[in-house]
């Protein structure tokens, strides 16, 4: 099936062609780690993740590089202001972003490079630069890129030519689209930069952000790879000054396909860290969510559309998930003979729609209605009483392949806590009670188990129960 991406480039959809046949080489700007990752970071790293499970559902082998931006503005200026040093300042919020991707049941990238260990990539990157012309060293001993080199410059980010000021510097890593200009690729150590100072060509200094990344997608994907991602706010600078860096240095194209995702909001606001309006996966975890269910929150919205988080939205995750627990649940005790075949159509439809869906840029929307579809078949089917044991084992197996896109199933896992044995066997009890008539001890039974948070429902051929609330 052609898979459809939309390439931010030219703004529209095209159809996906690897450089090699059969595989993917992606890169994907990683954390800046001076802090705690917010669930607004996590929706970047859950589209991406969506997009590897995709690209790999689909049959392509996938290379994925995801950096750690270790050494920058901010993780310097937090480190000092904790007297810590910059290794020791990031390793806590590394090893917790880490965590937390476990948490999210994110696939993980094939490396993860620090900043740090390719220091002296990035300076033969920028004296490759500066020998063909397109960087150049100021009064103040940093290194800047000259954007009136690079004719396409602001091609990315669609920003005309009368309102780039070449010439005119800027050194900080970030900076909005009305400040454009040279950019420093090499920053002169200054007092504010403390003990973290590298040694180059062109005196102590240390890195910009933005060729971090070139530098580190070149080593790990070559001169020219198939697709980058990052959020939207990645654009520009840092996503222009990269193909700047990397196309001027290897004279050839950087990315074929650039991918970006929309902001996590809240209340109308992007979610940030200066905003203050941020949560991160551990404040979530303290209130008693679970992975899995914000992981379904931040897959609720097409990527390029912006997704609203509220509480509500994890409640309501909650309850689907419990659904679809008890379905499996339901699926596995299934014991009927029969050969399956009164779930082909269901089957062969909601696969169609799944795979349909995601091919049109990772539609996940249509995915998810046609995960609900086979759901609501899956129900109907067991409550008519019609459904064999090789029919629920392949709605089953239906579900488990849905999940290595989706990852927030628990078809196998866990299943059988979601509902006790001893739960189980009062309602076992009650059935048998009820089919030798003897009311009074089912209606006691019944009773018993809604003390103890359950509601069981008849239903042909058997019971149902429900978790109450
Ligand atoms: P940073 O650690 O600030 O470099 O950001 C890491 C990633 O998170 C980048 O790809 C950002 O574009 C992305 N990001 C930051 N805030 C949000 C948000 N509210 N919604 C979605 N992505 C975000
Ligand atoms: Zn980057």
């Known amino acids: 099936m052609e898979l459809k991406l939309f390439n931010t480039m030219d703004r529209r959809l095209e159809t996906f062609k690897p450089l090699t046949p059969g595989e993917v080489r992606m890169y994907t700007c990683g954390p800046t780690v001076y802090n705690y990752a917010h669930i607004g970071n996590f929706r970047a790293y859950m589209f991406e993740d969506l997009l590897h499970r995709v690209l790999a559902y689909f049959g392509y082998r996938v290379i994925q590089v995801m950096n750690l931006t270790d050494v920058d503005d901010k993780t310097i200026r937090d480190s000092r202001a904790q007297h810590l040093a910059l290794k020791e300042f990031t390793a806590k919020y590394i090893e917790a972003f880490f965590a937390d991707l476990k948490t999210l049941n994110i696939t993980p990238a094939a490396v993860y490079p620090a900043a740090t260990d390719h220091i002296g990539e990035m300076i033969r990157l920028i004296q ?36 780039q000021r070449s010439g005119v510097r800027i050194k900080n890593d970030e900076y909005a689209k009305d400040a454009v200009a040279d950019f420093a690729l090499w920053k002169a150590w200054d007092d504010n930069d403390g003990e973290v100072a590298w040694d180059s060509p062109w005196g102590k200094g240390r890195p910009g952000w ?14 020219t790879f198939d697709i980058h991602t990052g959020g939207i706010d990645n654009m520009f600078p840092h996503h222009e000054d990269e193909i700047a860096q990397s196309e001027c240095a290897n004279g050839c194209q950087y990315v074929n396909y650039w991918l970006h995702c929309a902001h996590l909001m809240v209340n109308g606001e992007k979610m940030s860290k200066s905003a203050g309006n941020f949560f991160t996966l551990r404040d979530l975890l303290a209130k008693g969510y679970s992975g899995r269910e914000v992981r379904y929150v931040l897959l609720g919205a097409h990527y390029r559309k912006k997704l609203n988080f509220t509480f509500e939205a994890l409640d309501q995750a909650r309850e689907t998930l419990k659904k679809f627990d008890a379905l499996f649940v339901r699926l596995k005790a299934v014991t009927r003979p029969g ?13 169609a729609a799944f795979r349909t869906a995601l091919a049109d840029d990772l539609n996940i929307a249509e995915a998810t209605a046609a995960v609900f579809l086979l759901q609501r078949g899956a129900n109907s089917q067991l409550d008519s009483g019609n459904l064999s044991q090789a029919g629920a084992q392949k709605l089953l197996a239906q579900f488990r392949n849905f999940d290595e896109v989706l990852g927030f199933f628990r078809v196998d896992e866990a299943v059988e806590a979601v509902i006790p044995p001893a739960i189980a066997a009062l309602a076992e009890q009650r059935l048998a009670a009820k089919k030798a008539r003897n009311f009074a001890e089912a209606d006691a039974l019944r009773e018993q188990l809604k003390a103890a948070g359950w509601l069981v ?13």
């Open 457 to 469: 429902e008849d239903i042909p051929g058997g019971f149902r129960l429900k978790m109450l609330d």
């Open 128 to 163: 490759t630069l500066i020998d063909k012309g397109y960087a150049y060293q100021a009064e103040d001993r940093c290194i800047y890129f000259s954007i009136d080199k690079f004719p396409s410059y602001g091609r990315l980010a669609r920003i005309d030519r009368e309102n």
């Open 210 to 223: 933005h060729i971090e990344c070139s530098a580190m997608a070149m080593k790990y994907l070559g001169p």
């Open 339 to 351: 050969d399956g075949k009164e779930c082909g159509e269901l089957l062969a439809d909601a696969d």
